[in-house]
């Protein structure tokens, strides 16, 4: 078994596909329309769909707005510079809502932003897994 992907139900495609592509710099994987269902998914990440898990933004043509509720956490992005990372995405104008820094009451350095519908991603430093 493995992860395959996370699906996020976004209000406006394009402005999703600019924040996860332009200041997040993944790559659209795949967008297909599904006209008799009246949505469209759009998958996008950082590596291949075998070998990589994705996120699967999907779009229903007829909803203005999602409550994401209160069970929802976080998408994790690992990095090796999370201050540089925060730097480039602000740059971009995207929305940084908790700057780097260490985690509380630990050394990890983290960050988050906000993708436009209100998701949280963790931007993480990403430090190499022992074996």
């Not at 493995?2 to 795949?30: A, E, G």
Request: aromatic share 10%; glycine share 10%; proline share 5%.
């Amino acid at each position: 078994m493995r992860m395959m992907h996370t699906m996020l139900r976004v209000t406006n495609l394009d402005n999703s596909l600019k924040f996860y592509c332009d200041v997040l710099d993944m790559k659209l994987i795949r967008r297909k329309d599904y006209p008799e269902g009246k949505f469209t998914l759009a998958f996008v990440g950082y590596g291949d769909e075998r070998d990589s898990s994705v996120v699967e933004l999907t779009h229903n043509w007829d909803t203005e707005s999602y409550e994401i509720g209160t069970a929802y956490g976080h998408i994790a992005i690992g990095v090796p510079d999370v201050y540089a990372t925060c730097d480039r995405i602000k740059a971009r104008g995207g929305k940084v809502i908790r700057e780097a820094g260490p985690m509380k009451g630990g050394k990890t350095v983290l960050a988050f932003v906000e993708d436009p519908d209100g998701y949280k991603v963790e931007i993480l430093h990403d430090e190499p897994h022992p074996g």
